[in-house]
C-alpha cells in the first residue's frame, strides 16, 4: 500500500509541484491544505503517514501547526518546506518536531529522498 501524504502549502503552484513530484514517486496525496488551520483539521480527519508544511502561510504558519499536530499525534512525520533564507525558523522547526526539511524551488530527488528517508 502506498504511504498517504498531506501537503500544506498556501500557494497552489507549489502544491502542484509538490504533488506531481510525490505522485511520479508512487505517494498517495490524501489531501492539500492551504493554511495551518486547514492542516490541522486535516491531519485530525485524514491521519496521513507524512505532511509536507510550507512554513510561511497566512492564519496559522507551519511552526504553529507543525506543534499543534505533534500534540494530536507524538508520531506525526512532518517534513517542513521553506524559501530560501528561512534558516532560523528551520532550526525551530526541527526543535518542534519536523524531521527534515526540503527547500523552494523543489528539486525532485532530493523532495523524494527526504521522504523516503523520514518514512523509513
Given amino acids: 500500500m502506498s504511504k ?8 497552489a503552484f507549489m502544491r502542484m509541484m509538490l504533488k506531481d513530484i510525490l505522485k511520479r514517486g508512487g ?3 490524501v489531501g492539500e491544505a492551504a493554511n495551518g488551520v486547514e492542516a490541522v483539521a486535516l ?3 485524514l491521519r496521513p503517514d507524512l505532511v509536507t508544511m510550507d512554513i510561511t502561510m497566512p ?3 507551519g511552526i504553529a501547526a507543525l506543534k499543534q499536530i505533534r500534540t494530536l499525534d507524538p508520531e506525526a512525520k512532518v517534513i517542513m518546506v521553506s524559501a530560501m533564507g528561512q ?3 528551520v532550526i525551530e522547526a526541527i526543535q518542534s518536531g519536523a524531521r527534515d526539511f526540503i ?4 528539486q525532485a530527488e532530493r523532495v523524494l529522498e527526504a521522504v ?5
Fill in 4 to 11: 498517504r501524504i498531506l501537503i500544506v502549502d498556501d500557494a
Fill in 27 to 29: 505517494y498517495e496525496v
Fill in 43 to 45: 491531519y485530525r480527519e
Fill in 59 to 61: 492564519e496559522m504558519d
Fill in 87 to 89: 534558516q532560523a525558523m
Fill in 103 to 106: 527547500v523552494k524551488p523543489f
Fill in 116 to 120: 523516503r528517508k523520514v518514512l523509513g
